[in-house]
């Protein structure tokens, strides 16, 4: 079993993740900005650790990663001033990946978004123009790393409960997926070392989670 560390750990995917990974046997730590959260992450099974990574330092992540296998960003600033989407999106995701190196939890899996990249073509005067810049300049950090990384694209995200089937693979267009199919799939990423290296963009469809990402290998 792995020890697994949720950066954002209160957010609707980590909740999911964690009780699912919690229930596989994983040791979970899920790290959180607001101490009101507390009861909601131990309720699934995970450590709670209340930490605001946005005013972190890189030294101060890495104590707190220190032991953990792997690492799973699901953090965002949830929209809002761009100033505090570039802090949190950018810089302290950026921050966890130097900080996941230097602890050794080589693993590192980013919940991106389906078309991010810095073709992302949002324009300048869109309110999602920070986000996009942000997640990809993150991402493009993520792959120049030394860690074993993958970076899942889920489309749209909806509160619809998890169905297990997703489509995911070459000429797949974006359309809308549920956080709880996120969360499954980024705990069978975790269990999948050669997703390692790759990006993978997936909306919900019609194959189980499990073997969509095998017909990805």
């Known amino acids: 079993m792995s020890r697994i560390a949720i950066i954002g750990g209160h957010g609707k995917v980590a909740l999911h993740l964690a009780r699912r990974l919690s229930g596989k046997g994983h040791t979970v730590t899920s790290l959180f900005r607001n101490p009101d959260h507390t009861a909601d992450v131990e309720e699934t099974?995970?450590?709670?650790?209340?930490?605001?990574?946005?005013?972190?330092?890189?030294?101060?992540?890495?104590?707190l990663l220190?032991?953990?296998?792997?690492?799973?960003?699901?953090?965002?600033?949830?929209?809002?001033?761009?100033?505090?989407?570039?802090a949190v999106d950018r810089d302290a995701a950026i921050r966890s990946m130097d900080a996941a190196e230097?602890?050794?939890?080589?693993?590192?899996?980013?919940?991106?978004?389906?078309?991010?990249?810095?073709?992302?073509?949002?324009p300048e005067d869109d309110g999602f123009y920070a986000y996009a810049e942000a997640k990809a300049d993150a991402d493009?950090?993520?792959?120049?790393?030394s860690l074993n990384w993958t970076i899942l694209g889920p489309s749209a995200l909806t509160m619809d409960p998890g169905t297990g089937l997703i489509e995911t693979g070459a000429g797949v267009e974006g359309?809308?997926?549920?956080?709880?199919?996120?969360a499954q799939v980024a705990a069978e990423v975790?269990?999948?070392?050669?997703?390692?290296?790759?990006?993978?963009e997936f909306n919900?469809?019609?194959?189980?989670?499990?073997?969509?990402?095998?017909s990805l290998a």
């Open 175 to 182: 359309s809308s997926v549920s956080r709880e199919d996120v």
């Open 204 to 214: 919900n469809g019609s194959t189980p989670v499990a073997e969509a990402l095998d």
């Open 140 to 145: 493009e950090h993520l792959r120049a790393s």
């Open 45 to 63: 099974g995970a450590q709670a650790v209340v930490a605001d990574v946005e005013n972190l330092s890189t030294e101060q992540i890495t104590d």
């Open 66 to 86: 220190r032991g953990q296998d792997a690492v799973v960003w699901t953090a965002g600033a949830g929209g809002g001033a761009p100033e505090r989407t570039y």
């Open 102 to 122: 230097a602890a050794g939890a080589n693993r590192y899996v980013m919940v991106s978004y389906f078309g991010a990249g810095k073709n992302h073509g949002v």
């Open 190 to 200: 975790l269990e999948r070392p050669e997703t390692a290296g790759r990006t993978i």
